[in-house]
């Protein structure tokens, strides 16, 4: 196979798609002649990549067999190539904000016009599936395959010393809770801080590694709230750093609920009743 992949969210903007497109870029060449066109630049340069990909697409597409794109704001581009080449075959990985994104014309020309035209959408979850069925999408073009990871990128031997280090304190007796990532709202960072945290025994230490456009309501939430000695915003961290805090500590936090009370009632019982050391 002849791959060309597009991605308009790469590295060095760090954030989920980002990473996964990179690693896509860097694994598929494994399994096919792969030619990548990335986007490096963020969302102030989508508005002259988006024209550009669609050409350099339609010129690329001659030598190519199959076009794969990183996320499906892509899409208007796989419509083209679509018009341009029906016989060549166009798949769209989606995320949830691909298809639940507030603006009518978004959902008019994205949604309900150029992604039904792919040969095939790439669901990064069920729920993620789900969604695009519920929008009318075929449910015959959409598959799951999850997110992966490559095991040997987090590999290391890291001791609770080596946190301490890191951190610059002793964490005697401490039950270290983390969470670390992209800080966005919808990730439930600045809302743990100011809901559950308070109610979690003294000993507990919550440590924020990453940086995103949430950073200043995370910031805010720790310097209002009665636990903000046990509070630490690292911001963005590399990745050795980021290994060794996974490597380390006791339990990994994140928001995936709709319904945040929801998530604070079974959350709270989940954290008390895991046989960690330490009063509780």
Known sequence: MRLLFI???????TGGIENQNRDLALFLPRFAETQTLANTHGKKALPWFLPYALLAALFRMRHCDTLLLGDGVLGIVGWAVKLAYPKKKVASVIHGLDLTFKSAFYQRFWVHFFLPRL???????AATRATALAKGLDPEKVIVIPNGIDPESF????SRADLENLLGIDLEGKIVLLTAGRLARRKGVAWFIEQVLPGLPENILYIVAGDGPDR???AAAKKASPAKERILLLGKVSDSDRNLLLGTADIFVQQISKYPAIWKDSGLQILKRLPLAGPW
């Open 119 to 125: 040969d095939l959408l790439i669901a990064v979850s």
């Open 216 to 218: 200043e309501s995370v």
């Open 155 to 158: 590999t290391g031997s890291f």
């Open 7 to 13: 991605s308009r969210a790469y590295p060095p903007i």
